[in-house]
């Protein structure tokens, strides 16, 4: 929750292969205070079955900038192991993108809820509300 000082930032992701959340994906909360400083890892989480990601920890008082990093090669890698199980050699193993790393600036007082559009080869980001 943001407050007068402080910012406040959540997301969720969503499979567009499939049309559904995506399930499991780690991600981890890093924060700066400054362009020139030092980036700090405030903690993580990982997506529940909704794709919603409730739990990060809160910003600290000065961030300006935040990075969240999503593992996706996991996540692909389950879901190549379960399509394989039905229809073997249905995608190419491994993951294009292993990870994501979103950057965005944020300001005191305001919610960022920034979501994640993933597929096996694209993904995309936006400022949700």
């Known amino acids: 929750m943001s407050t007068d000082t402080t910012a406040s930032v959540s997301t969720h992701i969503l499979d ?16 700066r205070s400054g362009f020139d400083a030092q980036w700090v890892t405030l903690g993580g989480s990982a997506t529940d079955a909704d794709g919603r990601c409730k ?4 910003l600290p008082e ?7 990093g999503f593992e996706t090669e996991a996540y692909f890698s ?4 379960e399509a394989q199980q039905d229809a073997p050699r ?4 491994g993951a294009f993108f292993p990870e994501v790393a979103i950057t965005f600036a ?6 960022y809820h920034v979501p994640l559009l993933l597929n096996p080869f694209g993904y995309s980001v936006y400022r949700g509300s």
């Open 55 to 58: 739990d990060l920890p809160a």
């Open 106 to 111: 944020v300001k005191p007082g305001e919610h």
């Open 90 to 93: 249905v995608r190419d193993s």
């Open 78 to 81: 389950k879901k190549q192991a």
């Open 16 to 31: 567009t292969s499939i049309g559904r959340p995506a399930e499991g994906v780690a991600i981890t909360l890093t924060a």
């Open 62 to 68: 000065g961030t300006t900038h935040v990075r969240l």
